[in-house]
Every structure is written in structure tokens, then in C-alpha cells.
Antibody, heavy 123, light 107 residues
């Protein structure tokens, strides 16, 4: 059973850069035709897709964040990472990582989610 | 970006009730739509993908239908553990976009 767990600094100052990791256990992050997503959720609000990376290296980002975000895979440590620069209070949210998969008909779904890590941007 | 709307935004229902939630896309998305359930303080949980395919392990009281721009999630015989917020997600085009959610609470 694949499990994922996010980790991060908790509190970050405005204008700084956020670094989050998502550790994958119970399976290799680079096996199969999986992709790995980041999704965030401000307190009391809805979900926002940040971006994803395929094990092939293919990347897709939300244009609303594209200039500030980098998603990458660290296959040696079985981790997914997120870098988000130029932080503002609007980036305060719970950040989730989620495994994505295309089925045999190329329909996509996110089936394994971490519990999320809370990030607060404040001076 | 494709805009997703959901209705209602919230509803109150009783155990045993049949519940229907609607999701509408601002343009056609074929069947590239999933439904996710989220409980307070928890991660979203996949219920249905490809508009109507039930994820393994999800109870059969959940079902989805639709294609193009209009989709529905139906819960037949609502159970106590079903009180949660439900989100639709389109993965037809980038950026993937979620609906604003429908909160189902106890009447």
C-alpha cells in the first residue's frame, strides 16, 4: 500500500521561498505511469491544483502560479518536492500531495493523498 | 481556464435520503471529471473518475453520470459517514480545476 506524507517548515515569511517535500512509502515514486500532484487549500476554502510531474519528467503547472512554482522528483530519496517563491499571505494553505494515474482508457484520477501540511505565510 | 460550478453549495439531508449534486463545466470536458469527498481536517478521497467509474473500495451507493458539460453525483441512502464536502475536478485541460464544493450536513 502506497502512502504519502508531506512535510515543510510550517511558518514562512513573506517574500521568502517555500520548500515542501512529499515522502512516498510502500512503492517507488518512479514506478509505473504515475504522476505526482500538488494541491492546496486555504483554510475554509476550496481546492486549487498547483501542478504535477510524471515519472517521465513531463511537467504541468497552474498558470496562476507558473512563474513561482517548481515541482520535481527526487527518485533517490523517493520524494516529490515543491518550491514556491515570492510568498504572500495568499499562499497560506494546507498543501497536499497526491498520486495520479491514467487508466487503460487514459482517464485520469488522483487516488492516493497525503494528510497535508499547513503552511502559514506571516512575518 | 475551465470554470467548474456546483449546485447546491450546501444541503441538509437525513440518513437514508437520496442526494444529488450537480457539477457544470464552462466548456465541454468529455468525461474527464472526478468526484472527491473531503471531511474536515482530512485529505480529499477519490470516489469516482471518468464521470461514472467507481473507485475501488467505494460503496456502490455512490454513482456518477454525465458527459460534456453537465455531471451529477448521486448518493442513494445517505449514511452517517457520508456527511462531508464533495468536490468535482476536471482533468480535461490545464489547469485542472475543482468545483467550489457542496457541503452535505445533517438535517
Amino acid at each position: 500500500q502506497v502512502l504519502v506524507q508531506e512535510s515543510g517548515p510550517g511558518l514562512v515569511k513573506p517574500s521568502q521561498t517555500l520548500f515542501l517535500t512529499c515522502s512516498v512509502s510502500g512503492g517507488s515514486i518512479s514506478s509505473g505511469t504515475y504522476s505526482w500532484n500538488w494541491v492546496r487549500q486555504p483554510a475554509g476554502k476550496g481546492l486549487e491544483w498547483i501542478g504535477r510531474v510524471y515519472t517521465s519528467g513531463s511537467l504541468n503547472y497552474n498558470p496562476s502560479l507558473k512563474s513561482r512554482v517548481t515541482i520535481s522528483l527526487d527518485t533517490s530519496n523517493n520524494q516529490l518536492s515543491l518550491k514556491l517563491s515570492s510568498l504572500t499571505a495568499a499562499d497560506t494553505a494546507v498543501y497536499f500531495c497526491a498520486r495520479g494515474k491514467d487508466d487503460e482508457n487514459y482517464y485520469y484520477y488522483m487516488d492516493v493523498w497525503g494528510k497535508g501540511t499547513t503552511v502559514t505565510v506571516s512575518s | 481556464a475551465i470554470q467548474m460550478t456546483q449546485s447546491p453549495s450546501s444541503l441538509s439531508a437525513s440518513v437514508g435520503d437520496r442526494v444529488t449534486i450537480t457539477c457544470r463545466a464552462s466548456q465541454g470536458i468529455r468525461k474527464d471529471l472526478g468526484w472527491y469527498q473531503q471531511k474536515p481536517g482530512k485529505a480529499p478521497k477519490l470516489l469516482i473518475y471518468a464521470a461514472s467509474t467507481l473507485q475501488s473500495g467505494v460503496p456502490s451507493r455512490f454513482s456518477g453520470s454525465g458527459s460534456g458539460t453537465d455531471f451529477t453525483l448521486t448518493i442513494t441512502s445517505l449514511q452517517p459517514e457520508d456527511f462531508a464536502t464533495y468536490y468535482c475536478l476536471q482533468d480535461y485541460d490545464y489547469p485542472f480545476t475543482f468545483g467550489p464544493g457542496t457541503k452535505v450536513d445533517i438535517k
